[in-house]
């Protein structure tokens, strides 16, 4: 079993900045592919980003060049910074990892932009 917990989220305004934190309650060196996804209201949930062990990222299109995800090992943290925000950014915010074949979430986090 892997707990997931997050934290970061708010209100800001359209071109603001945010960081994401999400914390396992295991170790970062036994997930290989740490992961964000957003779900806006009447929307699907979506995957905006993928963070590999090696240090592999992946972004969808929709956040490319905008956001990062890193990983603080030594904290046992991953993070999404979120730059240059905009209005459809707004939406919630989920951690995921996937270990030993089964899908983890976390509780999810708000994030809305708005002026």
């Known amino acids: 079993q892997v707990r997931l917990v997050e934290s970061g989220g708010g209100l800001v305004q359209p071109g603001g900045s945010l960081r994401l934190s999400c914390g396992p309650s295991?170790?970062?060196?036994?997930?290989?592919?740490m992961a964000w996804y957003r779900q806006a209201p009447g929307k699907q949930r979506e995957l905006v980003g993928q963070h590999y062990i090696l240090g592999r990222t992946g972004y969808s299109d929709s956040v490319q060049g905008r956001f990062t995800i890193s990983r603080d090992n030594g904290n046992n943290i991953v993070w999404l910074q979120m730059n240059n925000l905009k209005p459809e950014d707004s939406a919630v915010y989920y951690c995921h990892a996937r270990w030993d074949n089964r899908d983890y979430w976390g509780q999810g986090t708000q994030v809305t932009v708005s002026s």
């Open positions: 295991i170790s970062l060196h036994s997930i290989s592919i």
